[in-house]
C-alpha cells in the first residue's frame, strides 16, 4: 500500500538538512499577526540528486526509470517526487484508455506484478455523428483503434505506479507542492524547487501553525505537473523556452464515472462522438468507455478556443446526457464521480524546448499528448524515461559546486524516439480545424490520417492562445440550458460534491488576480461589460461569480478591502475552496490576469476513480 506523507511531516536526514527552529508565540488575535516577507525566513534544506515536481504517469516513469538505472550501473541516486495532491492519483483525471507501449518498455513484467489497474482490454472501437435526437456511426481516424489498449482509472494507475516507485526506493511525499525554483547565484539555471508555506491566512499573516517551505536542492529538476503547471508557466517564461514555438492551446474535458445497468453494460467497449451538443464553430466531442466492474466513463472534451462566452462546458455535458443515446445507457444507473481538467491541444507545433539549465519539462508539462488519438499518458511515461536517462548520465559528469546540469541530451533523445515521430505525424490535424473551419477541417483530417498520414510538405500554424479568440457578447447570442434533471443530470455543487475537493480554511486564495484596487476595478468592467462574466460559467466548479455590490462595501476606502472592488454594480467573487485544479480560468479569462499558483499541499480534489 502507498505510503501516506501527510504535509510537513517529512523526517529530513540529519547529515543532509538543518531545520528552523520556530519559536510560536501564544496565540493572536489575526489583526496582530505578522506580514509574511519571503525574502526574510529561512527555510530548510535538502539535497538529493534529482527532484521530480509531480507524481503523474511522467514523473513517477521517471523516478521508476532512474532507479533501474542505478541497478544496471552501479552508481546510487537519490530520487525525490513531489506530488501537490494529498495522495499519488488523487489529482490525477483523464478518460481514459491507456497504450501500453510505453510500460511495456518500462515494465515489461507488468501483467504479473500484483496489484496492476490495467484488467480490462478495450473490446472494440467505434464512432459516432450526433444529431439533436439521432446517433449514426462514422468512419474515424486509425489514430483512434484502440486493438491492444485498456480502458482504466489513470488515478488508479497512477497510485499503482507510485507504489512501484516506492518499492524501487523513489521517495514520494504528497502534500508538497513545488511552489517555485531554486536558481544559481547568477539565476541562470535551476538547482531544485522550493515547497509552499504552510500556515499563512487569507491575507498572507503568519498563523500561529506557520511553517515556511521548504528547499530540495538537486542536481536535476524534472517538472511533471500536467498541462498548464504553474511552475513550468515561471520556467517557460525566464528561460524563454517557448520561443519559436506555437502557442500552447487547450480542451476542457468534463467527466462522470457511472454504475450502470447490467443489460446495457459491454465490458471494454469504447465510443467517441462528434456533433452535437456542440455547434460548428467549436471543436470537441465525447467519450463513452466501459471500465471493469460495471462502470462507464463518459465524458466531454471542448477546445478552448470557442467564441462564444455565453457557453458553459458543464452544462453542455449535463445536457448531453439526455440525449436518447447516452440517456438509454445511463438511466437506472448511479454517477460515482465528477472531474475536470484541461488537456493539450496544440500538439507537435507547440512543444517548447525541453530543456533548462538544470533540468527538463516532461509529460504534458511539455505538451506531449496526442490529439486525434485522444491519449498521452504513453508518450507522457516515454518523456520521463527518456528524461531519467538523460538525467543519470548528466549526474556522472562533474558539474562544479553552484552550477546547473546540462540536460540537453534529452532534447536529442525525445527528438529520435517514437514520441517525436507520433506527434509529427498528426501535427495538422487539430489546426486544420481552426485554418479551414469545422467541415473543412473534418475532410483535411480524413484525408491526412488515412491517405497521407503526415508526409505533407507544409505545417499548420496557431498564432494566438484560445483567449484571444473569444468573441465579445455584444455578437454572440445567449445560450438557455435546461434546468438539471436528476438523477440523470446535477447542479454544478452538487458535481464538485463528488470530487472530495478540500482546502484548508483561510489560506490564502491560490487563484491570484493582478493586484491592486484598479486591476481589480479593470477586471471586473471588461469581464462583465464585455464578455458577460465568461468565467462564471466556464469554471466546471463555480469558482467564479459575478454578483451584486452591497453599497456598504462599496463606500469603503479603497484598498481597505480590495475583495469588494467592483465596477457598474458587480464585483467578482472568487470561491477558491471549490477548485478542481482544472487551470481553466488561468487559460480562457480574456483578460488574461488570473494565475492559478499552487495551493497549500493537499488541498484539491481527491479523485479515486477518475
Not at 228 to 255: A, C, E, M, W
Not at 308 to 333: A, C, D, I, T, W
Not at 499 to 528: C, I
Not at 582 to 592: E, F, R, S
Request: charged share 25%.
Amino acid at each position: 500500500m502507498l505510503r501516506r506523507v501527510l504535509p510537513r511531516q517529512l523526517r529530513l536526514p540529519a547529515a543532509s538538512s538543518s531545520r528552523r527552529a520556530l519559536h510560536l508565540t501564544p496565540r493572536r488575535r489575526a489583526e496582530d499577526r505578522d506580514t509574511f516577507d519571503p525574502a526574510n525566513v529561512e527555510r530548510a534544506s535538502d539535497d538529493v540528486d534529482v527532484c521530480i515536481v509531480g507524481a503523474g504517469p511522467a514523473g513517477l516513469s521517471a523516478a521508476i526509470r532512474l532507479k533501474q538505472l542505478e541497478k544496471e550501473r552501479g552508481r546510487d541516486v537519490r530520487v525525490v517526487v513531489l506530488e501537490k495532491g494529498s495522495e499519488v492519483g488523487a489529482h490525477i483525471l483523464s478518460g481514459a484508455v491507456i497504450e501500453p507501449r510505453a510500460l511495456d518498455e518500462l515494465l515489461p513484467d507488468w501483467k504479473t506484478m500484483e496489484g496492476h489497474p490495467l484488467t480490462q482490454p478495450a473490446t472494440s472501437s467505434t464512432m459516432r455523428w450526433l444529431t439533436a435526437t439521432g446517433s449514426y456511426p462514422m468512419p474515424h481516424p486509425p489514430q483512434m483503434n484502440n486493438t491492444g489498449n485498456y480502458v482504466v482509472s489513470l488515478s488508479q494507475f497512477t497510485a499503482w505506479l507510485g507504489g512501484v516507485a516506492e518499492a524501487e526506493g523513489v521517495e514520494i511525499y504528497p502534500g508538497f507542492a513545488g511552489a517555485g525554483a531554486v536558481y544559481t547565484d547568477d539565476g541562470t539555471g535551476v538547482l531544485g524547487v522550493v515547497t509552499n508555506e504552510v500556515g499563512l491566512d487569507r491575507k498572507f499573516r503568519m498563523k500561529d501553525s506557520f511553517e515556511p517551505g521548504m528547499e530540495f536542492r538537486a542536481k536535476v529538476t524534472l517538472v511533471a505537473e500536467g498541462a498548464h503547471g504553474s511552475l513550468s508557466k515561471v520556467l517557460q517564461n525566464k528561460f524563454r523556452l517557448r520561443d519559436g514555438r506555437d502557442p500552447q492551446t487547450y480542451g476542457i474535458g468534463v467527466k462522470e464515472v457511472w454504475r450502470v445497468r447490467p443489460e446495457v453494460y459491454e465490458a471494454g467497449k469504447t465510443v467517441h462522438t462528434m456533433g452535437w451538443p456542440l455547434t460548428t464553430d467549436m471543436y470537441g466531442g465525447s467519450w463513452l468507455y466501459h471500465m471493469a466492474d460495471g462502470m462507464v466513463s463518459v465524458g466531454l472534451v471542448i477546445g478552448l478556443d470557442y467564441p462564444n462566452p455565453y457557453v458553459s462546458p458543464y452544462k453542455e455535458f449535463q445536457r448531453m446526457k439526455h440525449h436518447p443515446y447516452f440517456k438509454s445507457l445511463l438511466e437506472g444507473g448511479e454517477c460515482l464521480a465528477y472531474g475536470a481538467r484541461t488537456l493539450n491541444e496544440g500538439g507537435f507545433q507547440s512543444i517548447p524546448k525541453l530543456h533548462f539549465p538544470g533540468g527538463a519539462l516532461i509529460g504534458c508539462s511539455a505538451g506531449f499528448l496526442n490529439v486525434p488519438k485522444i491519449k498521452g499518458t504513453h508518450n507522457a511515461m516515454k518523456s520521463g524515461m527518456l528524461a531519467a536517462e538523460a538525467a543519470y548520465d548528466a549526474l556522472g559528469e562533474e558539474v562544479q559546486q553552484g552550477q546547473a546540469a546540462d540536460m540537453s541530451a534529452y532534447e536529442e533523445k525525445i527528438r529520435q524516439s517514437w514520441v517525436w515521430s507520433e506527434l509529427r505525424e498528426v501535427r495538422n490535424l487539430r489546426p486544420s480545424f481552426a485554418k479551414f473551419g469545422f467541415w473543412g477541417g473534418l475532410m483535411y483530417s480524413g484525408v491526412d490520417s488515412l491517405i497521407t498520414k503526415g508526409r505533407t510538405p507544409w505545417t499548420l500554424h496557431t498564432t494566438v492562445g484560445d483567449a484571444e479568440h473569444t468573441k465579445k457578447a455584444r455578437d454572440c447570442k445567449p445560450i438557455d440550458y435546461p434546468p438539471p434533471q436528476p438523477p440523470l443530470s446535477f447542479d454544478i455543487l452538487t458535481s464538485v460534491s463528488l470530487t472530495g475537493t478540500n482546502h484548508a480554511e483561510d489560506q490564502p486564495v491560490h487563484l491570484r488576480l493582478n493586484a491592486g484596487v484598479d486591476a481589480r476595478k479593470q477586471h471586473v468592467r471588461e469581464n462583465v461589460e464585455e464578455y458577460a462574466g465568461l468565467l462564471g460559467r466556464a469554471c466546471p466548479a463555480s469558482v467564479y461569480e459575478y454578483v451584486e455590490q452591497d453599497a456598504a462595501p462599496a463606500r469603503e476606502r479603497e484598498g481597505e478591502n480590495v475583495e469588494e472592488v467592483g465596477w457598474g454594480g458587480k464585483k467578482l467573487v472568487i470561491n477558491s475552496q471549490n477548485c478542481i485544479h482544472c487551470k481553466l480560468c488561468d487559460i480562457k479569462v480574456p483578460t488574461q490576469d488570473i494565475n492559478w499558483t499552487v495551493p497549500e499541499g493537499g488541498g484539491g480534489p481527491k479523485y479515486s476513480l477518475t
